[in-house]
Structure formats: C-alpha cells, structure tokens
C-alpha cells in the first residue's frame, strides 16, 4: 500500500543511455529541520528550497499545529512565523507525521519540554518503528510518554512542566535521537550535553548556531561531545535549503549502471556527515566527478557528474563510515550487483528500522532478481554479477519505503528483463519528481495502468 490510498505499482525497463541535467529537491533532513527552528524562533524564518515531500509536508502541518504560521509563498518558498523557545500552543488534534520517523522524533524533542500534551500517529511503517529511544532521553527532561507495547506510536507525549538539562550519550548511532534531545534541551535551563560515539549528520547542530544559539561540539576521547546552553531567544533565518545527496544518489546510481550514461546532478549538498556514498562508490571505481565545489547557506556544495562504469568492483565498505551514508545502502547495494565481485556491508544493524527492514526488503528483491545476497543481524553481502550481468524479471514489495522502491526500479533500467515494485506511491515522501526527472533522462520508468 502506498503511504496514503491505493498501491501504485510501477515497472523499470532497460532503455538506452541516460544523459542530461537532474535537478533534485532539496534536503529531507534540512527541510524538516528549517521549518521545525523557524517555528521556535521569534519572528519570520524564510526557507527557500524547501522539499515539498509529504513527510515534510506532514511536519510542516504539526508545525501549524503547535501554534506557529507556516505558509506557502511559491514552489519551494515557505515563511514560518515562530512562537519562540516555549512557546508551542497544545495542539487541538493528534499530529499525524504519516511516513516519517525524522518528524515525529523531532517534533517530539521540540515539545518534550513545554508543558502541553499531545498525541502522535503515523502510517502502518511508522507506527511499527521504535520510538523509545527517544522517550527514554525525554524523560530525563521530566517527558512522560505513553504509547503502545514496545514503545510504538501512536504515543501520547506530556512535556516537563519543570524540565531539567540533561547529559545523555546517545546509545545507537542516531541523528534523530541527537536532534530530539538537543532540541528538548532549548527549553530547559542550563547545559544539555549530546554524547556521540560516532558521527551523525550535524545539520541540527549547525542550524541552531546559525538560529543564534549557544551550541560547541568537541571531539574527545568519548566521541563527540556537543553542548547547548538553554532557553536562548532563537533569531529568525533566511535559510536556503541545499539539494538532498540522498536523493541524488538515484540518478547517480542509474547513470553509473545504464551503458553509455553521462548525468549532471547540479548544486548536491556533500556535508562529510552525509557523503560516504559518493566516496564508496569512487573506490568502487565509479565515474563520479565532484565539479565547481563551493559553500551555499553554511554547506559544502558541489555538481555532481556521473558517468557509466563498467570497472567497478565490489568493496568492503567501512563501517565507521556507515553513518555518513546510512540511507544509501540500499540503493549501494542496486550499483553493488553490477560491479564484479561481492560488497560487504558491516555495522548497519540500523538498516533493520528504518522505514522497513532494509537488509531484508533489499536481500529478497535482490535475490529475486537473480543477485546472490547474503545477510546477517547487522551485515550483507551482495554478490556483483558485472556489467549487464543482472536478470531481473522480478514483482518486488517496497514495504511502505521510499528508497526501497526507488532503488529497485534503478535496477530495473538496467537489468536484462523489466523489475516492477508493487507500490511507488511511498516515493512521494522525499522524491515527489522522482518520475518526470527520470524520464527526462531517457529512463523507461512506467506506472503499471498507463
Ligand atoms: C535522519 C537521520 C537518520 C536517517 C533519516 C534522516 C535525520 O535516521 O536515516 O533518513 O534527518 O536526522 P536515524 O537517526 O534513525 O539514523
């Protein structure tokens, strides 16, 4: 089923080169984080290149609900007129963040230390996913949650009436789980310090700064140590949101299997938290040029130029760098089957609660499609099969997951026989474009009625 109404199964066939511009929207994680700071800032935030998907859509929504103006201005053009630290309204209705586990476990840190109450749902992948590793870190703010068994939406959250600051080390590598402590700790008094061994993407870390908060990151022997100074009066922005490297990984993906293929994927945010995929696939021996790098609105950002490859081997990929490129595997994992040799992938145990299980939802259609995958707890294994080498011919499920669905109608562009997924409509939550910009490539990507 697609996230909201009936399954929208679509076919990928093999077609001839892809060639052209892709211009994809913009970041996911920034998105949902500029509209959720602009609605605690004092005054208007103005966010230009905001991702009109409708998991941003859907915290754009708890936004309103929560007491702050949000309006749409034009494609991509949002104003949010915050209500400042503390200052979120109780929301008359139960917030619904339909696919996304990013905007509930924000949101959810945003209003852990105000005292209103409010109850959260989403769709049937996100009220399977666990939500108490964000609960137990609010309720050291003075949070109460109560949910369903396994601590599983829908949730009903009541915020600290005297909250405390908190010092937590987060225990999964989880920007989600940082996010939401970091942003419960905005309206507690003192210092809230955030623990992490490894490195998650710090777009969090870097927003607050520019809203004007009091924010230091240190590496140290622990990890990195990021420490917030609470209750500060959040100044708004104008904040230009650059374009999702995790959406861009698709075309890339696409133009480095499909013969012949020469792609632009312009102006691609590569915050080093977020570009281990691009570097993976180098090593492999991908064609990938980083062209005209330069900084837009506080992030490195580069065009992005891919190439068909026919000499990529598989790699053992290394598992510090699984954070930086931990929604990338699935589609790695598309480019692994037609590299030689197979690809390791360690310490990704969190591919395992993501919007699906995505080391199981991968290895089935995967193997399905004739690739040989062997899997672990927290490994896989893909096994190339080369250049062209993929028979493909196969119905997979996409689980209710955006990049599961994606990635294997990837792979249907280039295998021998046509791949269809038996629901695309989940791709709307991060790639509402993802068919027309496919298309304009050359790319033979059809809905299943037409
Ligand atoms: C995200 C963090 C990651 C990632 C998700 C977006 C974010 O999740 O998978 O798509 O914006 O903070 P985890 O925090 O569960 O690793």
Same mark, same amino acid.
């Given at each position: 089923? *697609?996230?909201?109404?009936?399954?929208v199964?679509?076919?990928?066939?093999?077609?001839?080169?892809?060639?052209?511009e892709? +211009?994809?929207?913009?970041?996911k *994680?920034?998105?949902?984080?500029?509209?959720?700071?602009?609605?605690?800032?004092?005054?208007?935030?103005?966010?230009?290149g905001?991702?009109?998907?409708?998991?941003?859509?859907?915290?754009?929504?708890?936004?309103?609900?929560?007491?702050?103006?949000?309006?749409?201005?034009?494609?991509?053009?949002?104003?949010?007129?915050?209500?400042?630290?503390?200052?979120?309204?109780? &929301?008359?209705?139960?917030?619904?963040?339909?696919?996304?586990?990013?905007?509930?476990?924000?949101?959810?840190?945003?209003?852990?230390?105000?005292?209103?109450?409010?109850?959260?749902?989403?769709?049937? *992948?996100?009220?399977r996913?666990?939500?108490?590793?964000?609960?137990?870190?609010?309720?050291?703010?003075?949070?109460?949650?109560?949910?369903?068994?396994?601590?599983?939406?829908?949730?009903?959250?009541?915020?600290?009436?005297?909250?405390?600051?908190?010092?937590?080390?987060?225990?999964?590598?989880?920007?989600?789980?940082?996010?939401a402590?970091?942003?419960?700790?905005?309206?507690? &008094?003192?210092?809230?310090?955030?623990?992490?061994?490894?490195?998650t993407?710090?777009?969090?870390?870097?927003?607050?700064?520019?809203?004007?908060?009091?924010?230091?990151?240190?590496?140290?022997?622990?990890?990195?140590?990021?420490?917030?100074?609470?209750? &500060?009066?959040?100044?708004?922005?104008?904040?230009?949101?650059?374009?999702?490297p995790?959406?861009a990984?698709?075309?890339?993906?696409?133009?480095?299997? +499909?013969?012949?293929?020469?792609?632009?994927? &312009?102006?691609?945010?590569?915050?080093?938290?977020?570009?281990?995929?691009?570097?993976?696939?180098? $090593?492999?021996?991908?064609?990938?040029?980083? $062209?005209?790098?330069?900084?837009?609105?506080?992030?490195?950002?580069?065009?992005?130029?891919?190439?068909?490859?026919?000499?990529?081997?598989?790699?053992?990929v290394?598992?510090?760098?699984?954070?930086?490129?931990?929604?990338?595997?699935?589609?790695?994992?598309?480019?692994?089957?037609?590299?030689?040799?197979?690809? +390791?992938?360690?310490?990704?145990?969190?591919?395992?609660?993501?919007?699906?299980?995505?080391?199981?939802?991968?290895?089935?259609?995967?193997?399905?499609?004739?690739?040989?995958?062997?899997?672990?707890?927290?490994?896989?294994?893909?096994?190339?099969?080369?250049?062209?080498?993929?028979?493909?011919?196969?119905?997979?499920e996409?689980?209710?997951?955006?990049?599961?669905?994606?990635?294997?109608?990837?792979?249907?562009?280039?295998?021998?026989?046509p791949?269809?997924?038996?629901?695309?409509?989940?791709?709307?939550?991060?790639?509402?474009?993802?068919?027309?910009?496919?298309?304009?490539?050359?790319?033979?990507?059809?809905?299943?009625?037409?």
């Open positions: 089923m *697609s996230a909201h109404g009936t399954p199964p679509m076919t990928a066939r093999r077609a001839g080169p892809l060639a052209g892709a +211009v994809v929207p913009g970041d *994680s920034v998105s949902h984080r500029a509209l959720i700071l602009g609605a605690l800032a004092v005054g208007e935030t103005r966010i230009t905001l991702l009109e998907g409708q998991d941003v859509l859907d915290t754009a929504k708890a936004m309103a609900a929560f007491g702050a103006e949000v309006t749409r201005q034009g494609e991509g053009a949002w104003s949010v007129h915050g209500v400042g630290t503390g200052g979120f309204a109780e &929301p008359g209705q139960v917030i619904d963040c339909g696919n996304s586990g990013t905007g509930v476990r924000l949101v959810m840190g945003a209003m852990a230390t105000t005292p209103i109450t409010a109850t959260f749902t989403g769709d049937a *992948s996100l009220n996913r666990p939500m108490a590793r964000v609960t137990d870190p609010l309720a050291l703010f003075g949070a109460r949650a109560v949910g369903r068994s396994g601590g599983r939406l829908p949730m009903t959250l009541v915020g600290a009436d005297d909250p405390l600051p908190v010092r937590y080390e987060v225990p999964v590598p989880s920007a989600q789980v940082k996010s402590v970091l942003l419960a700790g905005l309206n507690a &008094p003192g210092e809230t310090v955030v623990i992490e061994r490894e490195a993407r710090d777009h969090t870390e870097r927003m607050l700064a520019g809203f004007g908060a009091r924010i230091a990151t240190k590496q140290t022997g622990e990890g990195r140590v990021i420490t917030l100074a609470g209750q &500060p009066e959040l100044r708004p922005q104008a904040i230009a949101v650059p374009r999702d995790s959406s990984a698709f075309p890339v993906a696409a133009a480095l299997i +499909v013969e012949g293929s020469d792609v632009r994927v &312009p102006g691609i945010g590569l915050n080093p938290t977020r570009a281990g995929l691009f570097e993976t696939l180098r $090593e492999m021996g991908a064609e990938l040029a980083f $062209e005209a790098p330069r900084d837009e609105g506080g992030e490195p950002v580069a065009d992005l130029r891919a190439r068909f490859s026919g000499g990529m081997t598989g790699i053992e290394p598992p510090e760098r699984a954070a930086s490129m931990i929604d990338e595997y699935p589609i790695l994992s598309v480019v692994a089957a037609f590299a030689e040799g197979p690809t +390791v992938m360690r310490g990704v145990r969190e591919l395992r609660v993501k919007e699906s299980d995505r080391i199981d939802a991968m290895a089935a259609g995967l193997r399905a499609a004739g690739v040989e995958v062997e899997e672990g707890e927290d490994w896989w294994i893909v096994h190339g099969r080369g250049p062209g080498g993929v028979p493909g011919g196969a119905t997979v996409s689980r209710l997951d955006h990049r599961i669905a994606m990635s294997f109608l990837v792979l249907g562009l280039a295998s021998q026989a791949v269809t997924v038996d629901d695309g409509g989940p791709i709307a939550t991060s790639f509402p474009v993802f068919e027309p910009l496919m298309a304009a490539l050359g790319a033979d990507i059809r809905r299943e009625e037409e």
